[in-house]
Nanobody, 124 residues
């Protein structure tokens, strides 16, 4: 079982940066694929970025390519999302998610563990 707790959200001006962290508990964390999703008010949850257990990045949403970077530190059981050049449209609740070993980690329905979310607000 993996439990996830996000942190690092907040209010930032457009053009600024934030780094989100997701601390995971559980012995098998380093075998799970990890991802970040986000949900803006009135919109469906959308994929942001994902990384397999071995560090291979499976992809970024087109809207964040070149601005966001996903990384993980298996020794610290933590996954990060570095967000640069933030825009007002990046405002959302950001969720960390984990997919068990053996999944492709591409589809949202493969992610079985979710954090509670952290709010990111970008003022224009």
């Amino acid at each position: 079982q993996v439990q996830l707790v996000e942190s690092g959200g907040g209010l930032v001006q457009a053009g600024g940066s934030l780094r989100l962290s997701c601390a995971a508990s559980g012995r098998s964390f380093n075998r799970y694929a990890m991802a970040w999703f986000r949900q803006a008010p009135g919109k469906k949850r959308e994929f942001v970025a994902a990384m397999r257990w071995n560090g291979i990045i499976t992809g970024y949403a087109d809207s964040v390519k070149g601005r966001f970077t996903i990384s993980r530190d298996n020794a610290k059981n933590t996954v990060y999302l570095q967000m640069n050049s933030l825009k007002a449209e990046d405002t959302a609740v950001y969720y960390c998610a984990a997919a068990p070993p053996g999944t492709s980690a591409i589809r949202e329905d493969e992610y079985t563990h979710w954090g509670q979310g952290t709010q990111v607000t970008v003022s224009s």
